[in-house]
């Protein structure tokens, strides 16, 4: 039986969240509306597909959702050559595969991005999703589903879900898997654990050296 890790990409193993939410900022700006920063960064890790909604009211989403989402992208296009891996990321995906676990990413970002993010790790042969490869995104628990079928298309194996948001929580306890969190993303612990989460963890390197304690189902 095989052990798995379900990590997401965004915040949990690249420090992207505030860029994100900047980058959701300028979108607005472009048709008027000003959304607070904090509000955006709160959304950070669910779907850009739910993100307008979520912030700005179904009205917008409906009369703009596809074209911020379009300025989103380009908004965000500039600041890739920004973005640094979080420290730890590439040891806690060398030292899994080295204990036999199957390492699986599940990101909703966009497919060049998260090629991208995957160099940056050195990470580039770890089988990966991204926002191609379902309708719905976080906290749907879609992403999640696709990316275990792509390393255990059996279902007999066990897993783990691995983020930095309360939204990765809740994917997680959709489809019936424990959770454990960064505080990379900005969320607090007291809600991350509300959110699901077993543990919470201040950087990767704490969560490497526990890597044979997580909880699995």
Known sequence: MT??????????????????????????????ITVPTWRLHRAIGMGG?????????????????????????????????????????HRLIAAALGQQFTVVLASSGKRHHVDHYLKLIDASGITSTSSDDVDASKPAPDLIEVALRRVDGSGRGRAVVIGDSVWDCEAARRIGLPSVCLRTGGFGEAELREAGASA???????????????PMA
Not at 7 to 29: C, E, I, K, S
């Open 49 to 89: 597909d739910k993100l307008v909604a979520a912030v700005a009211g179904e009205h917008v989403e409906r009369e703009h959702g596809d074209d911020l989402r379009t300025a989103w992208e380009v908004a965000f296009e500039p600041m890739l050559a920004e973005i640094r891996p979080l420290e730890g990321a």
């Open 3 to 32: 052990n798995t890790l379900v990590l997401d990409v965004d915040g949990t193993l690249v420090d992207t969240n505030y860029h994100h939410a900047v980058a959701w900022f300028r979108a607005f700006r472009r048709f008027d």
């Open 200 to 214: 919470v963890y201040e950087e990767l390197d704490e969560l490497r050296a526990d890597l044979t304690d997580l």
